[in-house]
């Protein structure tokens, strides 16, 4: 089962960028053998899709975050990223990486590994 660790989050002003990295250790480490996820939960929110990749298929993003947000991932390093530019205080949640099986379409597939997740602020 592969681990996961999420960093890079912190508090920005709106119209500020984050990026975002997740690292994943472990047995069968290797990110290029998933789907990558990045979702997010604010308060008293459901859980919500942010984007996905995986070396089989394109990048996709939510509606809410297309033109703003990058998501790829380096596999030398192991490591997942969403570069997160333009924030608006919507985008105010907790971030989780999450990694599932290998497939070209990643918002089909149920994501078992979750990091712990990093916080997000964004003050208008």
């Known amino acids: 089962q592969v681990q996961l660790r999420e960093s890079g989050g912190g508090s920005v002003q709106a119209g500020g960028s984050l990026r975002l990295a997740c690292t994943a250790s472990?047995?069968?480490?290797?990110?290029?053998?998933?789907?990558l996820g990045w979702f997010r939960q604010a308060p008293g929110k459901v859980r919500e899709e942010v984007a996905f990749?995986?070396?089989?298929?394109?990048?996709r993003y939510a509606d809410a975050v297309k033109g703003r947000f990058t998501v790829s991932q380096d596999n030398t390093k192991n490591t997942l990223y969403l570069q997160m530019n333009t924030l608006k205080p919507e985008d105010n949640a907790m971030y989780y990486c999450a990694a599932g099986p290998l497939s070209d379409r990643c918002e089909l597939v149920s994501f078992s590994a979750w990091g712990q997740g990093t916080q997000v602020t964004v003050s208008s």
């Open positions: 990749i995986s070396s089989v298929g394109t990048p």
């Open positions: 472990g047995y069968m480490s290797s990110l290029s053998g998933y789907c």
